[in-house]
């Protein structure tokens, strides 16, 4: 039995029958031993089991009518409307409605390319959703009857490299190595002035002989400006050589890049998106938080370029990314996050260095919130495993730089790190693989050394969005919209309250028309600056607001902001609220005084701007 067993599991798993049986096994699984669960543990594993019996319940009633809810267009359709309609909901449970809703369409979209009980009839029509959506694209690999392994070998297929590219390349790197430059190197570029160079170094050498030689004698002075002369000479000539050899190296560089060259201009240019469409993309699509762009600046990379390098990415991966928010949280390695979130945009934290490559690899972990890519990922790196075992990174690549939980399957890939797997699923193949292309010479070399990765890559981009596909990404826009219009009309409202909560502070003194104790209050709170005060005439307590540094509430770091400060008759010690205030919403800053001093709480910064605190009178 051992001996064909696995193919002929294989095989059975792929059969609508196998599917079932394999989710009745895990849902059997998932109901033993809760008990001894936590409550954490034991919530994700109801949840899951919900999702399980979503799709083994009953779909469409009647006869010929499909058997799962997991291939049901009507249950698509009505998984749809009810997630966008969850989605515009302001409340917390109505966003979180509508991910789950959509976690459940993300497993119908896996299932249309791993069966046929899901047919795409042009006729059905979806809520709002253009009739482009649900017409099949003839001409697509991902035909919605494809197991899943095919879809990564028609990827390869599609991504093939041009004929003789792979040896083309490895000859031009073998001929140009990309090394340190030695003096034999710089022989064969530059023979005479490396012998002139030599020239000058005996010179050099035979002088400061004669210099010492002469030491206090009379010509002692003149020998040693000779020698300061031919010292100057020396390095000179030795700048010289390192010019050479920096223009040696480059020559190198460019030379293998332009093998690649126009493999990844034709990349590019077989893309469905034109550069005005990219562009239109990147100016509504990509936004960059003000923090982002300090910190850009600072590294200098300009946030104008990161919106037209965004704009060349979108281009590249053929429209397959939505809104980007680019931020930053103090890391130190540049991350994404909430790929797969359902109702908010995908977002780009900053890390200690910026640059095209690192943008391109972070937006391209964005690709995977496809969940048919992050599939077909996931598969990629699995089938070219040497045994199905995930290994220590640092291990890997003895770089000590890697967490311990950080790991990855092993096998000739251009990196180790491009075998990484995350315990959410996520990998690395499209971040790798598609930052590549920011720098021909990192692709002619990364090439030369895997070109299956890229095959894979750019098969997957180049090959047209299948008709659920298209659903996808337009259900997470529209959830996204409904989401950011829920939460403008939420901010709007809270604006409102909070206005007219500070106009009901009249009582405010600004920092012209102090009191006598002032001195004593801009002592007590040290390097900050006193802005106004409030009252409690009848306790003898002033509120006071003031400008001074400490953690933003935003952005977690240092900077100045307003602080809050409660001054007590003879008070040898100064109460400080627990938070800061930005110095951009005064009002807020004003608010949190007036609702600490009526309700003896000391605020919080996301309290107040969210509205919760509210004045009574």
Request: one cysteine or more; proline letters at 4%.
């Amino acid at each position: 039995m051992a001996d064909g067993g696995g193919p002929a599991r294989a095989e059975f798993s792929s059969t609508a029958v196998g599917r079932r049986l394999a989710m009745c096994a895990e849902l059997a699984g998932l109901k033993r031993g809760q008990s001894n669960l936590r409550a954490a543990a034991a919530a994700k594993r109801r949840h899951r089991a919900h999702a399980i019996l979503r799709l083994l319940l009953p779909g469409e009633a009647g006869a010929g009518a499909p058997t799962d809810a997991l291939y049901s267009r009507a249950s698509a359709a009505q998984l749809f409307s009810e997630s966008i309609e969850a989605a515009r909901s302001a409340s917390a449970a109505g966003r979180v409605r509508a991910g789950l809703l959509l976690k459940d369409l993300q497993r119908m979209a896996l299932a249309a390319v791993a069966s046929d009980d899901m047919p795409l009839q042009a006729g059905a029509t979806f809520p709002a959703v253009p009739a482009e959506f649900l017409v099949s694209d003839p001409d697509s690999p991902h035909k919605d009857d494809s197991p899943a392994q095919p879809v990564v070998d028609e990827s390869r297929s599609l991504g093939a490299m041009p004929e003789g590219l792979i040896d083309s390349v490895k000859q031009a790197i073998e001929a140009n190595p990309y090394r340190r430059i030695t003096t034999e190197d710089l022989q064969k570029v530059a023979p005479d002035k490396v012998a002139e160079f030599q020239a000058a170094t005996a010179e050099v050498s035979d002088s400061w002989a004669r210099t010492n030689a002469l030491r206090g004698s009379s010509e002692y002075d003149a020998q040693y400006a000779a020698y300061r002369a031919a010292a100057d000479r020396e390095w000179a000539l030795r700048q010289e050589l390192e010019a050479v050899g920096a223009a040696e190296l480059q020559r190198r560089k460019d030379v293998v890049a332009a093998t690649v060259a126009d493999y990844a201009s034709e990349v590019m240019a077989s893309s469905d998106v034109t550069e005005e469409q990219a562009a239109a993309w990147a100016s509504q699509q990509v936004v960059i938080t003000p923090a982002a762009a300090r910190r850009l600046k600072k590294q200098g990379y300009d946030p104008a370029q990161v919106v037209s390098d965004a704009a060349e990415f979108y281009r590249f991966a053929r429209g397959r990314v939505e809104k980007v928010v680019i931020d930053t949280a103090g890391d130190r390695r540049a991350n994404a996050s909430s790929i797969d979130a359902h109702g908010t945009a995908g977002k780009i934290n900053l890390g200690s260095t910026f640059d095209k490559r690192v943008l391109w690899h972070e937006l391209g972990h964005h690709v995977e919130a496809d969940p048919v890519a992050a599939m077909a990922a996931r598969l990629f790196i699995r089938l070219r495993s040497v045994d199905g075992k995930t290994y220590s990174l640092r291990k890997l690549t003895g770089h000590k730089g890697y967490d311990a939980r950080e790991v990855a399957f092993k096998n000739g890939f251009f990196h180790p790190y491009v075998g990484k797997v995350y315990r959410h699923g996520s990998t690395e193949v499209f971040s790798m693989g598609i930052e590549s292309f920011s720098d021909p010479y990192l692709l002619a070399t990364r090439i030369a050394k895997d070109p299956e990765t890229f095959e894979f890559v750019t098969g997957y981009l180049r090959s047209p969005k299948s008709a659920l596909q298209r659903l996808h990404l337009a259900m997470r826009q529209s959830m996204r919209e409904g989401g950011e219009a829920a939460q403008a009309s939420a901010a709007e409202e809270s604006g409102s309250a909070i206005a007219r909560d500070v106009a009901k502070i009249t009582d405010f003194i600004t920092a012209d028309k102090l009191p006598a104790e002032a001195g004593d209050w801009a002592r007590m709170v040290m390097r900050d600056s006193v802005v106004g005060y409030l009252s409690a005439a009848k306790d003898g307590v002033y509120y006071v607001l003031a400008k001074g540094r400490w953690r933003h509430p935003k952005t977690r770091r240092m900077g100045k902001v307003f602080r809050l400060y409660k001054v007590e008759p003879d008070a040898t010690n100064l109460p400080v609220a627990y938070d800061a205030f930005p110095l951009n919403e005064p009002e807020i800053a004003r608010l949190a005084l007036a609702a600490w001093r009526q309700t003896g709480i000391q605020p919080r910064y996301e309290h107040v701007a969210s509205g919760e605190f509210t004045l009574e009178g």
